[in-house]
């Protein structure tokens, strides 16, 4: 029995018999769905409207899955979950995904009870993420308060770092680009990459020099992550 309230879903699949079995499946459970068959259209129905959860193909025409999840990201004024389908089942693929921003990833065929419990699993964690407080291992972000604490001991964070770590709390465990931090930092008037590793060198001096283990990690040639453990930060290394 569903725990959480229908969802608002946006279907971004160009295979009709696809998205006629996940719209027949879905409205019976009671989300409601509204469609799109091309990338770009798909982008524009995710930029204007409010949904719960976008279920995107890899494979469209007019712009494909991962370069509509990348400008959702980049553009979007919100973090809205995004679970991706595929026909593709290779690590690199998956790997390219979640680099720009996807939250979970499906491979064809899919039992559509599977989806659906997905789909409920990303929601509810995304309102965890909702919620004024941010909780990602030791490290505690009150977006309300605008304070951010890590074992219990007040972080001095600039306004500007702050908001670097507001970003990248909300997308966790995923990679925030370059691009990206680039984008929702600055908008269209990117500032000079000098100032950007200034912040991020402040940023990390302020969460975890004092402390045992590195929570904010550079993944080389791509952007930047938060991790929770010890463990996971010797994975990320």
Partial sequence: MNTLPPLQI?????????????AEFFEQKGHVLDFAVRGNQGLEL????????????LHLPGM?????CQNIRERADRHIPILMLTARDSLEDKVEGFTVGTDDYLSKPFSLQELE?????????????????LVIGPLVLDRKRRT?????????????????????????????????????LWGDEPTESDAMRSHIYQLRNAIDKPFPFPMLKTVFGVGFVL????????NND
């Fill in 10 to 22: 946006l279907l971004i699949e160009d295979e009709q018999n696809i998205a006629k079995n996940i």
């Fill in 46 to 57: 995710a930029l204007q409207n409010y949904y719960d959860l976008i279920i995107l193909d």
């Fill in 64 to 68: 494909d899955g991962t370069e509509v």
């Fill in 117 to 133: 419990v997905r789909c409920l699993a990303l929601s509810r964690r995304h309102l965890l993420h909702t919620n004024d407080k």
């Fill in 148 to 184: 951010a604490m890590r074992e219990n001991s007040t972080l001095e964070l600039s306004s500007m770092g702050f908001k670097i770590l507001t970003i990248l709390a909300e997308a966790y465990p995923q990679v925030v680009s370059r691009s990206q931090l680039n984008f929702k």
């Fill in 227 to 234: 991790v929770s453990d010890n463990a996971e930060s010797a």
